[in-house]
């Protein structure tokens, strides 16, 4: 007996409701391709993919609900038209649930921006300021690359952020090369983030739950690996033991942080674990090394025969 068929002589003892629940349960397990059914419009084929989104989730199944969110293209939610943007701001809820669960935290920040531009949400200021707020927090959240960057730059700029000076500023610290001290932010922040203020309200982001405290160790993170790209900036070579201090961690912590950014590309460092000297400078290449020597020599001869030209050009007007 096939799976439609037993469920097909329950549905006969169930109510309505419970039966259009099975139903759909039985065709989300069956991987239904409900996108090539040429009898329903896009909206209902949108619709039914989304509840499929849905029970999956409800199920922690993240990986078919990651494989069936691929079936709906963000095109569509283009269309102005109201039931179309209310089905884009359950669409993005759902994408926000599955990307959390896998800690995509940039991906997550793209689906509050694209919940911010919706027209709905920017008529609705406390609806758009807490979109915005839980952007700008994401952001700051996800690692740093190129991508993360330019978007943190775009935000920095958007005209709303006036309105929420204190993420406004959460932001400009992570755009300035200066060292954060960790206790000062949490000093600074920690009640804003976690439990708000009288007139700004706080987001879902740094709960009281796991999945919130997490989230506040991973800001710890990225706090420090701002701190290790700054450094690397000013820094040509710098003891471990003074890195260590200005991160407010231990000698050990520092060379486990740094040495995961050098593993991943974020930054370049040498170390050298006897002396205590973390070295940022990178080698030049015996080409560039004697390029630029001979740039400087030509400029300094250049620099020379000017000097001349000019002593005998005094020598002539004076008459030496």
């Excluded at 089905?87 to 920040?109: C, F, N, P, Q, T």
Aim: hydrophobic share 40%; net charge negative; proline share 2%.
């Amino acid at each position: 007996m096939t799976a439609q068929s037993s469920a097909a002589g329950l549905c006969n003892r169930l109510s309505a409701a419970a039966k259009a629940v099975l139903l759909v349960c039985v065709i989300g397990s069956c991987s239904s391709q409900v996108e090539t059914f040429g009898s329903m419009d896009k909206k209902e084929k949108v619709e039914f993919i989304m509840e499929q989104m849905r029970l999956c989730l409800a199920h922690r199944d993240y990986i078919r609900t990651s494989i069936i969110s691929k079936k709906i293209s963000t095109k569509y939610f283009e269309d102005s038209n109201d039931e179309v943007q209310k089905l884009k701001l359950r669409y993005y809820k759902l994408m926000i649930e599955l990307d959390l669960h896998e800690g995509a935290y940039l991906s997550v920040a793209k689906y509050y921006k694209a919940v911010y531009d919706t027209p709905s949400i920017q008529e609705d200021e406390a609806k758009r300021n807490e979109a915005l707020k839980c952007m700008i927090l994401y952001l700051v959240l996800a690692p740093h690359d190129n991508e993360q960057s330019d978007m943190i730059h775009r935000v920095k700029e958007e005209k709303n952020m006036e309105k929420i000076p204190r993420y406004k500023d959460l932001l400009t610290c992570f755009t300035t090369p200066e060292v954060m001290l960790w206790s000062q932010l949490c000093e600074i922040y920690e009640p804003t983030l976690k439990t708000g203020q009288p007139e700004d309200t706080p987001t879902d982001v740094f709960t009281a739950d796991e999945a919130g405290v997490k989230r506040w160790a991973d800001l710890k993170i990225r706090v420090i690996e701002h701190n290790i790209q700054t450094m690397a900036k000013y820094y040509t070579r710098i003891r471990l033991s003074r890195m260590a201090q200005l991160l407010d961690l231990s000698v050990q912590e520092t060379e486990d942080f740094l040495s995961n950014l050098v593993s991943n590309g974020t930054v370049y460092a040498k170390m050298d674990r006897l002396a205590g000297i973390v070295t940022f400078a990178k080698a030049k290449d015996p080409n560039d090394v004697l390029n630029e020597w001979s740039f400087n020599l030509n400029s300094l001869m250049q620099t020379v025969n000017n000097t001349c030209h000019l002593i005998n050009k005094e020598e002539m007007v004076n008459k030496l």
